[in-house]
């Protein structure tokens, strides 16, 4: 299914609200959820959503964010 346009604007936005925090933001087309690699407290993290707006919640709590566990990579490593 194609993105929406509404959907990709939204994901701009979050890039450039939290530009610098926010690495790169997608939907992901095989998953069917959003996805973000944030910059967060001991390294990088990535968080999914079930929405573009639920992301955005992920982006502001990543380091309280459940989903996916165990995904946290150490920066520069």
């Known amino acids: 299914m194609a993105l929406g346009l509404v ?8 890039e450039r609200e939290f530009c610098g ?4 933001a997608w939907h ?3 998953t069917g959820t959003w996805w973000a690699l944030v910059r967060a407290r001991g390294g990088l993290r990535l968080v999914e959503a079930v929405s573009s707006r639920e992301l955005r919640d992920a982006v502001v709590q ?4 459940p989903w996916p566990n165990g995904c946290r990579a150490r920066a520069g490593g």
């Not at 990543?62 to 964010?65: F, L, S």
């Open 62 to 65: 990543a380091d309280r964010w």
């Open 7 to 14: 959907e990709r604007l939204r994901v701009v936005g979050l």
């Open 21 to 24: 925090q926010v690495v790169s």
């Open 28 to 30: 992901g087309h095989a």
